[in-house]
């Protein structure tokens, strides 16, 4: 989470990521992720989420996956990633292994995989839909508020609840040998990994352009 920050405070004019809606392009730069990542940790941090909690994403490849995903990085917290096509029953398996708190999803398709096997997750408290749920009333929170309507968070701050061997993530097996297992990984993983691989490039990363195509 440094080493973001201090590419962001590096580059911030920089463009961050890139996405195509239709025929548009949208782009968002550094500082404006950031801003983004801020405020969106703040909507986290108003539903209680905090050091050591577990916060499930179910997305496409979008850019609001990674805005999410810092958030929850920036409370203290572990994103974990769903695979887009897991079924209900995989979903509260997941969801429920992990304990995870709360659940963001993409989109109402999504989020009706997880209200299906809702009462099979008793510590899921939330689940916000980022797209669709404006209107859909009961227990699905709107993701709008969620990302854009809080007084952003000081993210240097935040960082005194982030140490190089709390968890980063936990990426799960895809189960074709039985019950899916969850992969920990460290902060210290993730960047010795990126920084491997910057080694290996061997050429100056600003302004390299990386196409994301999977999902995430």
């Given at each position: 989470?440094?080493?973001?920050?201090?590419?962001?405070?590096?580059?911030?004019?920089?463009?961050?990521?890139?996405?195509?809606?239709?025929?548009?392009?949208?782009?968002?730069?550094?500082?404006?992720?950031?801003?983004?990542?801020?405020?969106?940790?703040a909507?986290?941090?108003?539903?209680?989420?905090g050091?050591?909690?577990?916060?499930?994403?179910?997305?496409?490849?979008?850019?609001?996956?990674?805005?999410?995903?810092?958030?929850?990085?920036?409370?203290g917290?572990?994103?974990?990633?769903?695979?887009?096509?897991?079924?209900?029953?995989?979903?509260?398996?997941?969801?429920?292994?992990?304990?995870?708190?709360?659940?963001?999803?993409?989109?109402?398709?999504?989020?009706?995989?997880?209200?299906?096997?809702?009462?099979?997750?008793?510590?899921l408290?939330?689940?916000?839909?980022?797209?669709?749920?404006?209107?859909?009333?009961?227990?699905?929170?709107?993701?709008?508020?969620?990302?854009?309507?809080?007084?952003?968070?000081?993210?240097?701050?935040?960082?005194?609840?982030?140490?190089?061997?709390?968890?980063?993530?936990?990426?799960?097996?895809?189960?074709?040998?039985?019950?899916?297992?969850?992969?920990?990984?460290?902060?210290?993983?993730?960047?010795?990994?990126?920084?491997?691989?910057?080694?290996?490039?061997?050429?100056?990363?600003?302004?390299?352009?990386?196409?994301?195509?999977?999902?995430?």
């Amino acid at each position: 989470a440094s080493r973001w920050l201090d590419t962001v405070s590096a580059h911030p004019d920089n463009v961050a990521l890139r996405a195509k809606y239709g025929d548009r392009w949208i782009e968002w730069t550094y500082a404006e992720v950031a801003d983004r990542v801020a405020r969106a940790a703040a909507g986290l941090r108003s539903l209680g989420v905090g050091p050591g909690d577990r916060v499930v994403l179910m997305m496409r490849n979008i850019p609001e996956f990674h805005v999410v995903d810092l958030a929850a990085v920036f409370c203290g917290a572990t994103p974990v990633s769903i695979y887009n096509s897991s079924p209900p029953e995989q979903v509260a398996y997941l969801a429920g292994h992990c304990r995870a708190t709360v659940a963001v999803v993409e989109d109402m398709g999504f989020a009706e995989r997880f209200s299906v096997v809702r009462d099979e997750l008793p510590k899921l408290e939330h689940l916000v839909v980022l797209r669709g749920a404006e209107d859909a009333g009961g227990d699905l929170l709107p993701g709008g508020p969620l990302l854009e309507a809080h007084d952003p968070i000081d993210l240097r701050a935040a960082l005194d609840d982030i140490h190089p061997d709390s968890l980063a993530t936990v990426i799960y097996t895809s189960g074709t040998t039985g019950p899916p297992k969850g992969v920990m990984i460290s902060h210290y993983n993730v960047v010795w990994t990126a920084q491997g691989y910057l080694d290996l490039l061997g050429i100056d990363p600003v302004g390299f352009r990386a196409i994301s195509y999977l999902p995430m």
